[in-house]
């Protein structure tokens, strides 16, 4: 009978990456001034999560697979690794749209 040993590896995920950690690791991602203040706008390939969005320009689905962009405001990026609940802003806009909505004013 031989006791099972526990991974050593437990207790470290609670250190939370700088700011300049988290420019790094999402590399696509610009800042974008606008009327309504700053915001990150990130492109996606559109490969992966396999969600359907619904695009707040147009107010159409935008399906899995089709590249678009995600945008958040800049100041929610500190508050969601502060333990926040930011992220749930993020919003899925199809690419032009979101050009469609900076050129507006
Ligand atoms: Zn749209």
Redesign the pocket.
């Given at each position: 009978m031989s006791p099972r040993r526990n991974e050593p590896r437990a207790g470290r995920s609670d250190r939370r990456p700088e700011p300049r950690d988290v420019e790094k690791a999402f590399g696509h991602q610009r800042i974008e001034s606008a009327p309504d203040g700053d915001w990150i706008v990130r492109s996606v390939a559109g490969a992966g999560s396999g969600k359907t969005y619904r695009?707040?320009?147009?107010?159409?689905e935008?399906r899995p697979g089709v590249p678009?962009v995600v945008a958040w405001p800049a100041d929610t990026e500190q508050a969601a690794w502060s333990g926040g609940s930011g992220l749930e802003d993020r919003r899925h806009?199809?690419t032009?749209?979101?050009n469609a909505r900076s050129r507006r004013r």
């Open positions: 695009c707040p320009g147009c107010a159409q935008i678009h806009w199809h032009p749209c979101w």
